[in-house]
């Protein structure tokens, strides 16, 4: 039986259903192809390398990524073996690995590898690989290899800098903390070694429970207020005490940083321990010097003392012979005693001077003064020593000097006797000259002996020079002359004597003064000093009535009735006889005691207290006088003593007395003292 014909009906439905079909083909062909153009575009230009390769590995596809890779280009990788193309014997082992693995169906998860490119260097990948399955069946294989060189490279950067960072911390000479809180939570070794405990100690235990008990407090405010952002002191120290309980300094210096999220201390560790035992010791040397130095200056006080009171009793007495009817030889004998006397008085001052320069307590004062006369005072005591040696002086006073300046004539008056009086001794028969003119104004061109002293204190500065025709100053005892106690000559047999303080003070009190000195000599033609010190102008108007005021004190002094207090009888007897020469009404006490007695039976218009004496000295006399309720409270009282460092005069002063004159007393002062005292009292 023929098959049955179909139905328009039913050729109409197959025609519907193969049209569909052709579509669905038709828009599956687009699909397909469009998925190739995109998964062509990938492979193109992808920047990774992607190989693909058939079941024996051999390369089918290579695209542009790989070439520039691997720098092979696509002609001469396809066909190849790709581990025989870019590995290399040291990573061939682990290519083969992976190559089966993917070849076995399995999925290669991106792994860090080396391969090698076409020149032979070595390239950092990323390498990874999957089977081409299709129904089950291997068809190929994909590779993709990722360039990971720079990360490498930058990995391999940051791990040396974190290599160098931690060497350079855990080799630091300092020790360095991070600390959250009250707790260490991260040191380095030399932090553990400083603070003297294990690190597990350190960073289970407060902080604090570390540090020195006196320290604690001030540790814990100044890092409480770090933390919270504060600017406490970013540098200071504290103790710490080790596990051993040795104490030990530590200077800290701190930071605020963050640290896991939220804030900490940063520190920095240096050990103080061997500086602070330094300043131990050298805080213990100086407390010592300074007794020392104490020492010295009381042992000074005690010897002027022990000195100049038999001395004061020595010069007194001679100096009462001296008014008495002598005969001839006497006479000589006399002016050898009190020769003698002075050259003794010169020592004692200079070894004083020199003790209160170097203690600094030796003040230049202020007043106005004849210059010239201060000058020709100088030459006129020298004089007779200047003629016994034949010697002739000279002196030069350029008109463009100011005749009346401001300064300290006693210093200036020192400082021109050592130099005169050296160049007298130095000198037999020939010429020994001071001149005096403006520094700058009279500088001699090109002259080496004349160095230039800027003013320190102001004025205008005055050169003084000093030239003799002696027998001059070696020239290795040029650097060493004004050194205390160096002399020219330090022999036995010296010819000429001397402490050798006088240049050392001059040079001294000239610096003090503004000043300076320097020496040109030369052995057997003599020597040239040349001193300059800034002094100021004075008016001549004021220097006048300077003088007129002193003129008018001396002229009013009357006969007067005083009180002498002074335990040494010779020096009590000697001061009672040279005032009642002056027609002076005198009363003697040896004591505190018996003076306090005699005023209250006595008026007296002064009153001359010796300082150093037993049971009541003349401070707390004096003392008592002026807080006593009676008369005599505000009687003019003199200090007569034997301590003679500076200061005296202004303790003295301090204590209520009125004037100081320091033993041995010379008539001269002490009439002055009374003149300043009384002269306005008269009448």
Known sequence: ???????????????????????????????????????????????????????????????????????????????????????????????????????????????????????????????????????????????????????????????????????????????????????????????????????EELTSRPLFEFIHPEDRETVRERHYQRLHGYNPIPIYSFRVVTAQGDIRWLQISVARIFWEGGPAALSLYTDLSEQKKVELELLEAKHKAEEANKAKSEFLANMSHEIRTPLNGIMGMLQLLEDTELEEEQGMYLDYALMSSKGLLSVINDVLDLSRIEAGKLVIDEAVFDLESVVTMVLETVRPQAEQKSNTLQVSIDPEVPRSILGDPARLRQILFNLIGNAVKFTSKGTIGIEVLPLEAKR???????????????????????????????????????????????????????????LTIVKRLAELMGGGVSIDSVMGRGTRVYLSIPFVPASQDRARRDGQVARAAQAGLRPCKVLVVDDDKTSLKAQEHMLRKQGHQVRCAEDGWSALEMLQLEVFDCVFMDIQMPEIDGIEATKRIRSSQKDFKNIPIIAMTALAMKGDREKLLEAGMDDYIAKPVNMDEVLEVLRRQLSGKDG
Do not use: C
Not at 11 to 20: S, V
Not at 67 to 80: D, H, I, N, P, S
Not at 456 to 469: A, N, R, W
């Open 1 to 199: 039986m023929s098959p049955k014909n179909p139905t328009y009906e039913e050729l109409e439905q197959e025609n519907a259903r193969l049209r569909k079909e052709l579509d669905e083909q038709g828009r599956m062909n687009v699909r397909l192809a469009t998925r190739q153009r995109y998964l062509e575009a990938v492979f193109h230009y992808a920047p990774d390398a992607i190989v693909t390769l058939d079941s024996s590995h051999r390369i089918l596809e290579w695209n542009p990524g790989a070439e520039k890779l691997f720098g092979y280009v696509g002609t001469e990788a396809r066909g190849r073996d790709l581990d025989d193309l870019v590995s290399r014997p040291d990573v061939q082992d682990e290519a083969l690995a992976n190559t089966r693995k993917v070849l076995s169906g399995k999925t290669l998860e991106p792994l860090e590898s080396v391969r090698y490119r076409k020149d032979g260097a070595p390239v950092d990948v990323l390498a990874s690989g999957a089977p081409i399955l299709i129904e089950g069946e291997l068809h190929g294989v994909v590779a993709m290899y990722t360039d990971i060189t720079k990360r490498k490279e930058a990995e391999r950067a940051l791990r040396e800098s974190e290599e160098r960072y931690r060497s350079l911390v855990d080799n630091a000479l300092e020790g360095i903390s991070v600390s959250q809180d009250d707790r260490f939570i991260w040191m380095n070794p030399r932090f553990v070694e400083l603070w003297g405990h294990a690190r």
């Open 444 to 502: 001699p061109p090109g002259n080496p002996g004349l160095p230039h002293w800027p003013p320190k204190h102001g004025g205008m500065p005055l050169l003084f020079i000093v030239s003799d025709t002696g027998m001059g100053i070696p020239e290795d005892k040029m650097k060493v002359i004004f050194n205390p106690f160096d002399q020219a000559d330090g022999s036995i047999t010296r010819k000429h004597g001397g402490s050798g303080l006088g």
